[in-house]
Structure formats: structure tokens, C-alpha cells
């Protein structure tokens, strides 16, 4: 293997390698997104919780 294609291996091998970073950020960011909108669903769910409790209690 000459020079030429030593270096050329090398520089795909980090563009491989760049990649694979980039997947694994792109997941990571998915789950972050994910568990912000579960977040929201839950403080969503949790005032609603309290609108129904309140209103529970002016009825009784």
C-alpha cells in the first residue's frame, strides 16, 4: 500500500469516525428531547391534577 492510500485510508477512517459521533449525538439529542416533552407531560398532567382537585372542593 503506497502513501496515496495510507492517507486516504486514514482520512476515512476519521470520517468514519465523525460519523459515528454525529449518530451517536443525534441519538442522545432524541432521547433529551423525548424526556423534555415527557417532563412537559407530566407538569402538564400535575396542573391539571390540581385545576380538577380545586374545583373538586368548591363543588363539596
Known amino acids: ?3 496515496r492510500d495510507q492517507k ?3 482520512i476515512t477512517r476519521e470520517l468514519m469516525e ?3 459521533k454525529r449518530l451517536d449525538l443525534s441519538y442522545e439529542l432524541e432521547q ?9 407531560r407530566m407538569k402538564q398532567l400535575d396542573l391539571e ?5 380545586e374545583q ?5
Not at 32 to 40: H, T
Not at 56 to 60: G, I, K, S, T
Request: proline residues 0%; charged residues 30%; positive net charge.
Open 32 to 40: 433529551d428531547l423525548e424526556n423534555l416533552g415527557l417532563q412537559r
Open 8 to 10: 486516504r485510508l486514514a
Open 18 to 20: 465523525n460519523a459515528k
Open 49 to 53: 391534577n390540581k385545576l380538577l382537585k
Open 1 to 3: 500500500m503506497n502513501q
Open 56 to 60: 373538586n372542593n368548591e363543588l363539596a
